[in-house]
């Protein structure tokens, strides 16, 4: 709009030609002096400027918008875009629908917290029929650690929808659209990337899960050689990927003990591998998300799992469309499962410290199997 010419905006014919004589040839550089320097330098009168002036920002400024039609035009956009349910209705209706689609989502927390277990509940889910509120599609799964569990994975299924599973051969035909990656190395990771780009529309794949993209880049480097750009070029095409065929796309992060001298409201550092955190019993640390800052910014939403004095929590800690909330919750066989629906606002600190107090009493005597 800055760079409209004047010549094509309808003014009379006199000052168009006056403008030109004086090279203001863009709305930008007439509207860049103010009135009395036009009457100066086109040599006219206070009127002529005025009005003149009147129409090129009318022309070249954008129209104004009510906050009503931008709030209908964003449920518009999201209703195209779409999202999966989490089957979590606290956390879908903060997320206005669930995990969505063209973007990165982020599960970020200490080990054994059930990054994994969650996970696994969106790949089924996005492997279900409509009529159940899957997406009726294909997974791709890349299993860096080792975590993947198909046995764990067919007993959420069972529990959360047995109706499904009492349908002949539907578990096996529920697992076989879900395809298991587990690359050894970045350069095989890379590989599958580019793999995974070519086959999303002709496998209908409907989500892609990294898990977890930390792990991987840890092992590659674990000698602290530099990996940022390494990283971004991964960053850069994972996101392609999401926008390319319009699908969620999730990858799980870990955790790391915030350094003495980093900014106690700013958690988006660099890390190295003797930095990774495991948590002891009992012990509660400021602990924040791993992979630094370039990737931070990267992703659209920030989940992160913690856990406070024995509880767990799933916080949404970064997202476009919705105030920093924690959910209580605790993983059952059919997976996680809201304690409440109703999310607690965060502020300050809170929304980017990760806690994992009382974190190995849950996992040795409450839900030993499911971790």
């Not at 002709?202 to 792990?215: C, G, P």
């Not at 998300?289 to 913690?306: D, F, K, Q």
Request: hydrophobic share 40%.
């Amino acid at each position: 709009m800055a760079n409209r010419l004047i010549n094509q905006m309808g003014l009379p014919r006199s000052i168009a030609n006056i403008f030109a004589a004086r090279n203001i040839n863009t709305a930008k550089e007439a509207l860049s002096l103010t009135e009395f320097e036009l009457i100066e330098l086109l040599d006219v009168g206070l009127s002529e400027v005025a009005s003149a002036v009147a129409l090129i920002s009318e022309i070249a400024s954008p129209p104004y918008q009510t906050v009503l039609s931008l709030m209908e035009q964003r449920l518009q956009n999201e209703h195209l875009a779409g999202h999966l349910s989490t089957c979590l209705k606290g956390l879908d209706e903060a997320l206005f629908g669930g995990i969505p689609f063209g973007v990165l989502t982020e599960l970020v927390g200490p080990a054994g917290i059930g990054k994994t277990q969650f996970c696994l509940k969106l790949s089924f889910l996005a492997a279900l029929p409509p009529s159940y509120g899957g997406l009726d599609g294909r997974v791709i799964y890349i299993d860096v650690e080792s975590k993947f569990s198909s046995r764990r994975m067919i007993e959420i299924g069972m529990r959360s929808f047995p109706d499904v599973f009492h349908k002949k051969d539907m578990a096996q035909e529920m697992a076989g659209r879900i395809l298991v990656l587990r690359p050894a190395s970045l350069s095989e990771f890379t590989e599958s990337l580019h793999k995974i780009k070519v086959s999303l529309l002709e496998q209908e794949v409907k989500l892609v899960i990294i898990d977890s993209m930390a792990a991987l880049i840890t092992g590659e480097y674990e000698q602290g050689a530099p990996k940022q750009h390494s990283l971004g070029w991964h960053i850069s095409f994972i996101k392609s990927i999401a926008e390319f065929a319009r699908i969620p796309v999730v990858v799980t992060n870990q955790v790391r003990s915030r350094n003495r001298n980093e900014v106690s409201h700013y958690s988006f550092q660099g890390w190295s591998r003797s930095e990774t955190h495991e948590c002891s019993p009992g012990y509660d640390s400021h602990l924040v998300a791993a992979l630094g800052v370039h990737w931070a910014h990267s992703v659209t939403i920030r989940l992160v799992l913690e856990a406070k004095s024995g509880q767990r929590f799933i916080k949404l800690a970064k997202s476009p469309m919705s105030p920093p909330l924690a959910f209580p919750f605790m993983i059952t066989p059919s997976g996680i499962s809201l304690l409440s629906d109703n999310g607690e606002e965060l502020s300050g600190a809170a929304i980017n410290e990760i806690h994992c107090q009382g974190h190995s009493d849950i996992i040795s005597n409450h839900l030993g199997k499911h971790q």
